[in-house]
């Protein structure tokens, strides 16, 4: 399960590039309750730059960077 609150992907055109929607999940994983798509945009996209900008800032938290 993603540590993550999940998307559904409804209505979004680009979902298939967000981690929020293509993340593994379980019974117990949060979503969003509407998807937070308007005028085909998304302030909650979780693309490849978002993850590595998430794992880099894990690394200098972690004293790693």
């Known amino acids: 399960m993603a540590d993550i609150t999940k998307c559904?992907?409804?209505?979004?055109?680009i979902k298939d590039m967000c981690y929020?929607?293509?993340a593994p999940g379980c019974e117990y994983q949060?979503?969003?309750t509407?998807?937070?798509v308007q005028d085909?945009?998304?302030e909650m996209f979780w693309g490849k730059a978002g993850k590595q900008l998430t794992d880099k800032l894990n690394d200098?938290?972690?004293g790693k960077a």
Do not use: D, L, Q
Not at 8 to 13: A, H, L, N, Q, Y
């Open 8 to 13: 559904s992907g409804e209505g979004c055109p």
């Open 20 to 22: 929020r929607f293509t």
């Open 30 to 32: 949060a979503y969003f």
């Open 34 to 36: 509407t998807p937070p």
């Open 40 to 42: 085909n945009k998304c």
């Open 60 to 62: 200098i938290v972690n």
